[in-house]
């Protein structure tokens, strides 16, 4: 399986950038897919989960409003909407698949078998 994260770059504050996340060796549509995102000297912070077999998504409080993720089955990618970007969400983007037998609205790092390589957001003022 692999999961090739794209979309990333120089951005302004207040502008948009799209994150892909083309997955090879599995299927998009049968299993939960997350974005992660990490600062220089931060944890891995979960930011976005859209979940297989149906489209109900997940976003925290902390992008809420302004990140959305969706799914293109036809393509096998899982995107990443993100609008009204800030300095503070300048990062690493990573994007992941989870184990499939976890349930339920679990986010942790650990609970995602495959990663893709991570794609640098730089916002800039």
């Known amino acids: 399986v692999q999961l090739q994260a794209s979309g990333g770059g120089l951005v302004q504050v207040g502008g948009s950038l799209r994150l892909s996340c083309a997955v090879s060796?599995?299927?998009?549509?049968?299993?939960?897919m997350a974005w992660f995102r990490q600062a220089p000297g931060k944890e891995r912070e979960f930011i976005a989960a859209?979940?297989?077999?149906?489209?109900?998504?997940y976003i925290p409080d902390s992008v809420k409003g302004r990140f959305t993720i969706s799914r293109d089955n036809a393509k096998n990618t899982v995107h990443l909407q993100m609008n009204s970007l800030k300095p503070e969400d300048t990062a690493v983007y990573y994007c992941?698949?989870?184990?499939?037998?976890?349930?339920?609205?679990?986010?942790?790092?650990?609970?995602?078998?495959?990663w893709g390589q991570g794609t640098l957001v730089t916002v800039s003022s």
């Open positions: 859209i979940r297989g077999r149906g489209s109900s998504t």
């Open positions: 992941a698949r989870r184990w499939s037998w976890i349930v339920g609205s679990s986010w942790s790092s650990s609970d995602f078998v495959h």
């Open positions: 060796g599995d299927t998009v549509s049968t299993y939960t």
